[in-house]
């Protein structure tokens, strides 16, 4: 069983900025991609960043130049940097992870989101 922990939301005026971490735990052998996606109200949820195993980057236009994915593999651990944050930020961020499992099976698996709120 693998589970994913999100933190670092919360409340912030525009322009301010905000850093998520996700935390993975569990019985796996590795983690392949790790991704940020963002669902606001009455919207899909939408990709935000993704970040490889060996560190290659990819982000949304929306985005792009304001946010920044990391991740340290040694902590299972993946960040998301947010500055210059707008009104249309807010959202629930979740965090997703591709799980190479005992068995070498690939396996998605989905934080239980934070919140973001950016003021006006």
């Known amino acids: 069983q693998v589970r994913l922990v999100e933190s670092g939301g919360g409340l912030v005026e525009a322009g301010g900025s905000l850093r998520l971490s996700c935390v993975a735990s569990g019985r796996f052998l590795s983690i392949n991609v790790m991704a940020w996606y963002r669902q606001a109200p009455g919207k899909q949820r939408e990709l935000v960043a993704t970040?490889?195993?060996?560190?290659?980057?990819n982000y949304s236009d929306s985005v792009k130049g304001r946010f920044t994915i990391s991740r340290d593999n040694a902590k299972n651990t993946v960040y998301l940097q947010m500055n210059s944050l707008k009104p249309e930020d807010t959202a629930v961020y979740y965090c997703?992870?591709?799980?190479?499992?005992?068995?070498?099976?690939?396996?998605?698996?989905w934080g239980q989101g934070t919140q973001v709120t950016v003021s006006s």
């Open positions: 997703n992870a591709v799980i190479i499992d005992s068995d070498y099976d690939r396996r998605g698996s």
């Open positions: 970040i490889t195993s060996g560190l290659t980057t």
